[in-house]
């Protein structure tokens, strides 16, 4: 069975940083695409980031050049490093996989907000203050 567990959240000023972290079971981990969503309070979930099975890296704009995805298959564990963090970036933040590997390449990991990935962790909570 397949269980997604996050990590690494908090509360941070505005500028500051955070690591989250996303330790993955029961599955073929380095063959799957992997993601980060968010949802803030009252706002649809949107994606954050994904990473392929070969490292192929995917960002929303908004985050692009301020957080970086990562990914370690020997120890089944999917990163987001978080930088210059901005209110704006208050959200629970949660771990996505998905078997097709090919989501990972297109658009359509993000516009879908998610819904092309089938597991989902529990979140982790991020608050940025400013």
């Known amino acids: 069975q397949l269980q997604l567990e996050e990590s690494g959240g908090g509360s941070v000023q505005a500028g500051g940083s955070l690591r989250l972290s996303c330790a993955a079971s029961g599955i073929t981990y380095s063959t799957y695409c992997m993601g980060w969503f968010r949802q803030a309070p009252g706002k649809k979930r949107e994606g954050v980031a994904a990473i392929a099975s070969d490292g192929y890296t995917n960002y929303a704009g908004s985050v692009k050049g301020r957080f970086t995805i990562s990914r370690d298959n020997a120890k089944n564990t999917l990163h987001l490093q978080m930088n210059s963090l901005k209110p704006e970036d208050t959200a629970m933040y949660y771990c996505?996989?998905?078997?097709?590997?090919?989501?990972?390449?297109?658009?359509?990991?993000?516009?879908?907000?998610?819904?092309?990935?089938?597991?989902w962790g529990q979140g982790t909570q991020v608050t940025v203050s400013s």
């Open positions: 996505a996989a998905e078997s097709r590997a090919w989501v990972c390449y297109g658009a359509s990991w993000y516009w879908s907000g998610g819904a092309d990935f089938g597991s």
